[in-house]
Nanobody, 125 residues
Framework: QLQLVESGGGLVQPGGSLRLSCAAS????????IGWFRQAPGKEREGVSC????????TYADSVKGRFTISRDNAENVVYLQMNSLKPEDTGVYYC??????????????????WGQGTQVTVSS
């Protein structure tokens, strides 16, 4: 069974940092393009960042550029999202999703083959 499991969420003060992890179970992550998405209360899910199979292709939403860094360790079967300088508007449930093969900028969340269950990130003083 294909599974993605997110971890690393929590409560952090504005300006703080968190590192989210997305671990694959039941399949080899290196064949998948991986995206991070988030959904704030009352809002639609939005794409945050995307990383290609090799890690050479990376995109970010304008709202997180310069603050978030996506990376992957295919040997460990995990993708990370380092989030720095967090703002209250970064609050939401963060999900990782994967699509086997290519997935241009992870556009079109309906194209994902597998989703994680999400991890809550709350930025508040």
């Amino acid at each position: 069974q294909l599974q993605l499991v997110e971890s690393g969420g929590g409560l952090v003060q504005p300006g703080g940092s968190l590192r989210l992890s997305c671990a694959a179970s039941g399949f080899t992550l290196e064949f998948y393009t991986i995206g991070w998405f988030r959904q704030a209360p009352g809002k639609e899910r939005e794409g945050v960042s995307c990383i290609s199979k090799s890690g050479a292709g990376i995109t970010y939403a304008d709202s997180v550029k310069g603050r978030f860094t996506i990376s992957r360790d295919n040997a460990e079967n995990v993708v990370y999202l380092q989030m720095n300088s967090l703002k209250p508007e970064d609050t939401g449930v963060y999900y990782c999703a994967g699509r086997r093969g290519g997935w241009s900028a992870c556009a079109g969340s309906g194209l994902a083959n597998v989703w994680g269950q999400g991890t809550q990130v709350t930025v508040s003083s």
